[in-house]
């Protein structure tokens, strides 16, 4: 109940962000195989921004 009102650490902003577009990515890939690539490729960004974050 208390965490309503908690902010999201800029990790889990880029962990959510990674969910959705590798879910796109899929969704797509059964329709437009280039839409799909293309959203796993942005997908691939962020989880490298995330190991970044991780190490530092």
């Known amino acids: 109940m208390f965490g309503i009102f908690k902010k999201k650490t800029p990790l889990q902003k880029l962990q959510e962000s990674y969910e959705k577009l590798t879910k796109e990515a899929y969704e797509l890939s059964h329709t437009n195989r280039k839409l799909g690539d293309e959203k796993l490729a942005e997908a691939e960004k962020v989880m490298q921004e ?4 991780k190490t530092s």
């Open 50 to 53: 995330i190991e970044r974050l």
